[in-house]
């Protein structure tokens, strides 16, 4: 199959994830699964004048598309013209190019957070009015309609993430590629299940932490995130630290909290993205699926059952006190 | 021949959107005008945040200089606080910069500048077997290794920084994650691998030979690796005279710790060093989209111009140091920094020029981060603690892999109210100001060549890609 990448408006910082791949290269790996760039603008040879007639091909109906992606949110300011991102050589903004190429697309994969939901390009007073390819935030339509579907039948593929992991984007190519990709592959924000049916704290390493709420109060320590540091993990979807990045890596592992990147509208949580917001001195969001009432007491409960171990390493920055060791018989 | 226009787009195997316009007349470029086509906003998204916030928000301007955002957001916060990262932090927060920027400079030589020269306008040259088997886009055997080391490099960003790009370790404080002796022992062996990798690959000998070249007559006696092949692709299609600058220099300094920056801060121009005086920088505004006057970034504004009036012709602004334009990136640095082989390469400023200073640069990255790990101390603290003011004010500048960076921030009230970047690459792709002067890659243009039929001139591509440009960080 082949496809044809678009670079919209974001950091370009999906392809660049996407090139950290391993086991074996992102190059191998694609070509194993049969998938071929028509055209990729960080990684082709084409420059220019050919680019341009091999988009004209495709919107004429003379080259043939399976998969567009499209990374970056699609810009639609000044005043809906969308001429805050022309594409450049063609005259044409790119939310024009997108509107017109997605539906000669067997598929549609919006690739990052920017081109899912619309991002950190929208952050703020979303200066240039940025929306994701089919949807604005969490509400449905974006620069594409709410009930858009690609040539298969599917909306656009949501593969959420700021950035994404090579994996998620590497993965849901071979799920469409082996035939596998269909509407119950995809959770109620188009995202591919086999990552965002799990939840960061799924290993989570301060999950211990987490059970003895036994808390961080700074940066660098080692305590759960959750109430005092913003960390949203037990909220939000990704199997980041059952998979790992870069090797070993997640957020949480390198002692920062979980942001919610896969998520519509991370980008504006109403509070410091390193800051619980509190009720009463209760943290408000509470984790997927848990009643409030258990919650409180399950807290309050392990709270006071925590032992000394993991309330002091919790505020500390390495391990203080190691597990106790078990006496055998002599 | 007669005189005709072109426009080069989509240009690719940049990081971001570009759009060069030329003028052509005589079957060369006469003028030139590099269009940034994207706007986002990022100075403006920032007002009324809390000022932490810059540490999340930031970091995403760039996908692929994320740590160099990341590292001039958090030096902001610190002068605006009085924050001190301890002796340790402040080198893992070195570490993880210095990590970026030589993946950097790896991911352009192969992925970005070398498969040019794959290309079959080049069929009949005596080297294009071998560039083509090297260095075709995507296929080439050096592109897949260059991909294999550099996503094991980046393992020591997993681990300290969690994932790259966009980490949020970098804190005024110093670094989130306090790394063991285990730890230490790990990011050494990934460092050694990264070595075994450029000196097998990329120079074919010791990274210490390469870093001890003091001469071009030394540099062009070079036998090994793909540097050579380089060394003769430059002779042979001459790009050592071709995309020439003012050959004046910038550089902020990189790297920051307790024994002071790694690559010394400073100008180079007429042939001399200066010191680098950061109020003498003003962003013109007469030929970008902005509304507003030529200011400081500490009393800037983004103001984009919805009508997209002429004169102007991209979104990027034009910034002046003391009314001159200034080439910045790591020929610059290493200029700046007094190796005498970039001091040799200096007044050539050509597409030669740039790529082997940006080769230099690899080399003493790389034995700069061995140095670095050794005098990290497990034992340390990696995190101060500090309080940000109501009201303060600070400036981030470091060296991104492209070149000088800028964060100037103000504080009001405990929010932020003024936020203002000067990236590289608006240094380097600056429109012309108000004088008419053009911008250092727009003058670097002027004469190349463009042969009969060429809707998109090779030599073009080679001047526009030996600046490295990262166009989504140039307007942000």
Not at chain 2, 389 to 398: C, R, T
């Amino acid at each position: 199959m082949n496809i044809l990448w678009l670079q919209s408006a974001g950091c370009g910082g999906c392809t660049m994830s996407l090139l950290c791949a391993e086991d074996p290269n992102v190059f191998a790996l694609l070509d194993g699964a049969g998938l071929k760039f028509l055209w990729h603008p960080s990684l082709s040879e084409a420059t220019g004048a050919p680019v341009r007639r091999m988009l004209e091909a495709i919107e004429a109906g003379e080259q043939a598309l399976d998969i567009l992606c499209i990374e970056g949110s699609i810009v639609r300011g000044p005043g809906g013209t969308g001429k805050f991102h022309m594409l450049s050589g063609t005259g044409r903004s790119m939310l024009d190019w997108v509107q017109s190429l997605a539906p000669k697309a067997e598929h549609v994969v919006a690739v990052g957070t920017c081109a899912t939901y619309g991002g950190v390009t929208s952050a703020g007073e979303n200066p240039a009015d940025a929306v994701g390819v089919q949807y604005d935030g969490s509400l449905p339509g974006g620069a594409l309609p709410a009930e858009f579907t690609s040539r298969s039948g599917l909306p656009v593929i949501n593969v959420a993430g700021c950035p994404t992991h090579p994996d998620w984007v590497t993965e849901t190519l071979m799920l469409i590629a082996a035939g596998e990709m269909h509407a119950g592959a995809l959770d109620g924000l188009a995202r591919p299940r086999f990552y965002a049916d799990n939840l960061v704290h799924h290993a989570c390493p301060k999950n211990e932490f987490y059970e003895y709420k036994a808390s961080a109060t700074h940066l660098s320590e080692m305590g759960c995130m959750m109430e005092h540091l913003g960390c949203i993990g037990t909220q939000a979807v990704g199997d980041c630290n059952i998979r790992g990045w870069n090797g070993e890596g997640s957020c949480t592992r390198a002692g920062y909290p979980c942001i919610n990147c896969t998520a519509p509208e991370f980008e504006e949580p109403g509070h410091g993205f390193t800051e619980t917001p509190k009720f009463a001195g209760i943290p408000v969001g509470l984790p997927s699926d848990m009643p409030k009432a258990w919650f409180m007491a399950l807290a309050s409960l392990s709270k006071a059952a925590t032992p000394n171990r993991i309330a002091r390493n919790a505020v500390a920055d390495r391990i203080e006190v190691p597990p106790s060791l078990k006496k055998t018989k002599t | 021949m007669s005189e005709t226009r072109l426009v080069v787009g989509p240009f690719n195997r940049v990081e971001g959107d570009l759009e060069i316009r030329l003028d052509v007349a005589g079957g060369e470029v006469t003028a030139a005008y590099a269009n940034s086509p994207l706007f986002r906003g990022f100075e403006r998204m920032m007002l009324g945040k809390g000022p932490m916030d810059a540490l999340t928000i930031t970091p995403r301007i760039c996908g692929i200089c994320s740590i160099s955002q990341s590292v001039a957001a958090a030096l902001a916060l610190a002068e605006a606080s009085g924050a001190e990262m301890p002796p340790s932090g402040a080198r893992t927060a070195a570490l993880l910069h210095a990590v970026e920027n030589l993946a950097d400079h790896v991911t352009h030589f192969n992925l970005f500048f070398m498969p040019d020269f794959a290309r079959e306008g080049y069929a009949s040259r005596a080297w294009h077997a071998r560039a083509a088997q090297r260095f075709t886009a995507m296929k080439g055997s050096a592109l897949h290794a260059a991909t294999e080391a550099r996503a094991r490099l980046f393992h020591i960003v997993g681990m300290l920084g969690g994932k790259w790009p966009h980490t949020l370790a970098v804190q005024p404080g110093g670094v989130t994650r306090a790394p063991s002796m285990r730890d230490k022992l790990r990011i050494g062996a990934s460092l050694k691998a990264f070595r075994v990798y450029l000196e097998g690959t990329l120079f074919g000998a010791p990274l210490e030979e390469f870093a001890e070249l003091g001469s071009v007559e030394a540099l062009e006696g070079w036998s090994t690796g793909d540097v050579a092949l380089f060394l003769e692709i430059a002779r042979d299609l001459r790009l050592v005279t071709s995309g020439r600058s003012a050959a004046r220099y910038l550089s902020f300094g990189a790297y920051p710790g307790p024994d002071g920056r790694v690559f010394a801060p400073g100008v180079w121009a007429g042939g001399a060093a200066g010191a680098f005086d950061p109020a003498a920088i003003r962003e013109d505004l007469s030929h970008a989209w902005m509304l507003g006057e030529a200011a400081h970034p500490t009393t800037g504004q983004t103001v984009p111009d919805a009508a997209m009036a002429e004169p102007g012709y991209s979104w990027c602004k034009a910034p002046r140091l003391g009314g001159e334009t200034f080439e910045t990136g790591a020929l610059a640095r290493q200029v700046i920094d007094g190796h005498p082989l970039a001091l040799a390469l200096a007044p050539e400023a050509s597409v030669r020029a740039r790529i082997v200073g940006r080769l230099l640069e690899i080399a003493r990255t790389q034995i700069e981060l061995e140095r670095l790990l050794a005098a990290i101390d497990p034992a340390e603290s990696f995190m101060a603690p500090f309080t940000l003011p109501k009201d303060g004010e600070g400036a981030g500048l470091v060296e991104a892999a492209r070149g000088s960076l800028g964060h100037w921030l103000r504080i009001e009230g405990g929010k932020i109210a003024h936020y203002q970047i000067i990236a590289p690459t608006t240094w380097n792709f600056s429109p012309r100001d108000a004088a008419g002067v053009p911008g250092p890659v727009e003058a670097a243009l002027v004469g190349a060549e463009v042969r009969d039929g060429e809707d998109t001139p090779l030599s073009v591509q080679h001047i526009v890609r030996s600046f490295d440009p990262c166009m989504v960080c140039t307007v942000h």
